[in-house]
């Protein structure tokens, strides 16, 4: 199954890095640990993409990182961006998740918006709880389930076999139309922009292309992945879930975090 090129697009936002980007990063995965600081953790990135979250992990004083994608450019990427923190106990490696090695366990794995482009979303979470330490936790983010989601698996497939010319084109009306659907609704589309960078420190475009593109694709509700999550052996502790809607402008990613039943 061919996959669609998410290190090409990470590679140029790697370039808007900066420090208030990196601050959202941290503030993210403060809330979603619930801890100030993950000194003496251990952190798995799967699918570290920019690595911005390697990152955010880094500043917050972790023990020692194994960052991971199956995107060759996203490695360079994660490597270009992380030797800037001359951080030493960090291992960035091309590697497909379903290959880890089970008996290498970790406080923290961590997999933001990543899985459900595996291609078999279900095994891949199931692959993600085998590497999670006895008292460690495992932070998922995966698209909600929409109404639409079946028509948004047929627009991937177009976008990421298309040519950039075709590709450019939906993406101008994809924008076109959430300014257009803004503007009904009396919200300000700059002060949008300018605020987006509080989500984990990205950028509206870049997750536009990323949206548009992102094939295979799987989404998931939250009673499902509960469910799931339970037959597993583990437990929700806590959640963010984005608005429940329709789905015209696709879903956003709920967040999770497990950890095992006692």
């Given at each position: 199954?061919?996959?669609?090129?998410?290190?090409?697009?990470?590679?140029?936002?790697?370039?808007?890095?900066?420090?208030?980007?990196?601050?959202?990063?941290?503030?993210?995965?403060?809330?979603?640990?619930?801890?100030?600081?993950?000194?003496?953790?251990?952190?798995?990135?799967?699918?570290?993409?920019?690595?911005?979250?390697?990152?955010?992990?880094?500043?917050?004083?972790?023990?020692?990182?194994?960052?991971?994608?199956?995107?060759?450019?996203?490695?360079?990427?994660?490597?270009?961006?992380?030797?800037?923190?001359?951080?030493?106990k960090v291992k960035v490696e091309k590697k497909d998740l379903f290959t880890l090695n089970e008996?290498?366990?970790?406080?923290?794995?961590?997999?933001?918006?990543?899985?459900?482009?595996?291609?078999?979303?279900?095994?891949?979470?199931?692959?993600?709880?085998?590497?999670?330490?006895?008292?460690?936790?495992?932070?998922?983010?995966?698209?909600?389930?929409?109404?639409?989601?079946?028509?948004?698996?047929?627009?991937?497939?177009?976008?990421?076999?298309?040519?950039?010319?075709?590709?450019?084109?939906?993406?101008?009306?994809?924008?076109?139309?959430?300014?257009?659907?803004?503007?009904?609704?009396?919200?300000?589309?700059?002060?949008?922009?300018?605020?987006?960078?509080?989500?984990?420190?990205?950028?509206?475009?870049?997750d536009v292309h990323d949206w548009l593109g992102g094939y295979p694709y799987e989404s998931i509700?939250?009673?499902?992945?509960?469910?799931?999550?339970?037959?597993?052996?583990?437990?929700?502790?806590?959640?963010?879930?984005?608005?429940?809607?329709i789905g015209f402008f696709g879903t956003g990613c709920d967040e999770y975090v497990f950890k095992?039943?006692?």
């Amino acid at each position: 199954m061919k996959h669609f090129k998410f290190g090409e697009n990470w590679k140029n936002f790697s370039n808007l890095i900066d420090n208030n980007r990196l601050k959202e990063a941290v503030t993210s995965l403060k809330k979603l640990t619930n801890k100030k600081s993950l000194n003496n953790l251990s952190f798995l990135d799967i699918g570290c993409g920019s690595g911005l979250s390697s990152l955010a992990a880094i500043q917050l004083n972790c023990k020692k990182i194994y960052a991971i994608d199956q995107d060759e450019q996203s490695i360079k990427t994660t490597k270009k961006v992380l030797q800037k923190s001359r951080f030493k106990k960090v291992k960035v490696e091309k590697k497909d998740l379903f290959t880890l090695n089970e008996k290498e366990k970790f406080d923290i794995v961590y997999s933001w918006g990543v899985l459900h482009h595996t291609g078999n979303m279900l095994e891949a979470i199931k692959k993600s709880t085998k590497m999670v330490s006895k008292n460690g936790m495992l932070i998922l983010a995966l698209y909600k389930k929409t109404n639409l989601c079946n028509l948004w698996k047929i627009e991937k497939y177009i976008y990421k076999s298309s040519p950039k010319m075709i590709q450019n084109f939906i993406k101008n009306l994809f924008i076109f139309l959430f300014k257009l659907a803004m503007i009904l609704k009396r919200k300000n589309f700059s002060n949008y922009i300018y605020d987006y960078k509080k989500k984990r420190g990205m950028d509206f475009y870049h997750d536009v292309h990323d949206w548009l593109g992102g094939y295979p694709y799987e989404s998931i509700s939250f009673e499902e992945i509960s469910k799931i999550m339970d037959k597993f052996g583990y437990k929700m502790i806590r959640s963010f879930q984005v608005k429940k809607q329709i789905g015209f402008f696709g879903t956003g990613c709920d967040e999770y975090v497990f950890k095992l039943k006692k």
